[in-house]
């Protein structure tokens, strides 16, 4: 079955320092979605992608957060100037159709020292 | 504000048991709403899912209730096994297909 990987598994980082999380959505898929997740929370959004723009963002994704798909496979979060509570597991999202289920990446688990 | 949000915290079950999770919704106009499991260190894996045209509808061991007039969502998986422990979170369907989530709750499988 086709499925949403995301790499690295795991970033370390220094506050203050950038960091690129890098998803690759199912291929025939159009909608893609970053969401994360604090430890022990609940899965909050991000931003929705849509037709090579954001169509839409929540209140955590602020001026640091940037999304891009560079290219027909990649879709990548980055975060330009990283903060302790920036510590988090990040999912990437797709799906085909905007009725469609969404189909999750296992994460990239980001630790902000 | 509007949110999805469930009922319990953690839910112990004995294996061969039946469990039932819970699932408030406050926004009325919600048309789709979708079980995911979560086991730990991994990403959410779909489950079943329903449209508000239904109040029923059943899966491979699981069955989503749909009850409208109280805004409520369930879960039920039968015969509960060891591989059910995990955490599952109820989600309804927001703006440009994006999904937003309950607090989830914790399965436990005893033997």
């Known amino acids: 079955e086709p499925e949403v990987t995301q790499t690295p598994s795991h970033q370390v980082t220094q506050m203050g320092q950038e960091v690129i999380l890098r998803c690759v959505p199912i291929?025939?898929?159009?909608?893609f979605y970053w969401y994360r997740q604090i430890l022990g929370q609940k899965v909050e959004f991000l931003v929705s992608?849509?037709?090579?723009?954001?169509?839409?963002k929540s209140e955590i994704f602020d001026d640091q957060f940037s999304v891009e798909r560079p290219d027909g496979s990649n879709f990548t979060l980055k975060i330009r100037s990283t903060k302790l509570e920036d510590s988090a597991m990040y999912f990437c999202?797709?799906?085909?159709?905007?009725?469609?289920?969404?189909?999750f990446g296992s994460g990239t688990q980001l630790s902000v020292l | 504000g509007e949110s999805v949000g469930l009922h319990l915290p953690t839910l112990s079950v004995q294996e061969g048991d039946n469990s039932i999770i819970n699932c408030a919704y406050s926004n009325s106009a919600s048309d789709y709403f979708i079980w995911y499991k979560q086991e730990s260190g991994k990403g959410p894996q779909f489950i079943i899912d329903?449209?508000?045209?239904?109040d029923k509808r059943q899966g491979q061991r699981v069955t989503v209730l749909l009850n409208k007039t109280v805004k409520h969502l369930s879960l039920q998986i039968a015969a509960t096994q060891p591989g059910d422990s995990a955490v599952y979170f109820c989600a309804e369907k927001g703006s440009w297909g994006k999904l937003q989530f309950g607090a989830g709750t914790q399965v436990v499988v005893t033997p």
């Open positions: 291929s025939n898929h159009l909608y």
């Open positions: 329903i449209r508000s045209n239904m």
């Open positions: 999202a797709s799906k085909e159709t905007e009725e469609e289920k969404l189909f």
């Open positions: 992608f849509y037709n090579n723009e954001i169509s839409e």
